[in-house]
């Protein structure tokens, strides 16, 4: 084997190992957790979904508790937990604040069909 054979073979080698020594661990899940978590606490999760909002919280905190202790399956469980309970509270926060909308244009409504009524001497239908 010549020279040039042998070190192009080391250097495969050596890319290999290096390849399979790189481990992001959950650094990917728990980074999205942390980024879900604080959209929803932009998106008013506080306010109109606060017990899925701790939840994710805490299972953020287990999460990094975990990859600092090395387990990094844990770390991703917890971590894909959090980002779920974050969706969650976004969700309902999202839902909640349509539902509020949705009230506020009723109440509109029935304003106009009082004041349509009285206008026209009529009686306004009942809701």
Request: net charge negative; aromatic share 2%.
């Amino acid at each position: 084997m010549s020279v040039r054979n042998g070190f192009l073979i080391l250097a495969a080698f050596g890319v290999l190992a290096a390849g399979c020594a790189t481990n992001p661990g959950a650094t990917a899940e728990i980074t999205r957790a942390r980024t879900l978590i604080e959209q929803a606490e932009k998106g008013d999760a506080q306010q109109y979904a606060a017990v899925e909002l701790d939840s994710a919280r805490n299972k953020l905190r287990e999460a990094d508790d975990a990859a600092k202790h090395g387990d990094e399956d844990s770390a991703k469980a917890r971590a894909n937990e959090a980002a779920a309970a974050a969706e969650l509270a976004s969700a309902r926060a999202q839902s909640a604040r349509a539902q509020k909308d949705a009230e506020q244009v009723q109440k509109g409504n029935d304003t106009l069909q009082r004041e349509a009524a009285r206008e026209t001497g009529t009686t306004p239908p009942q809701n």
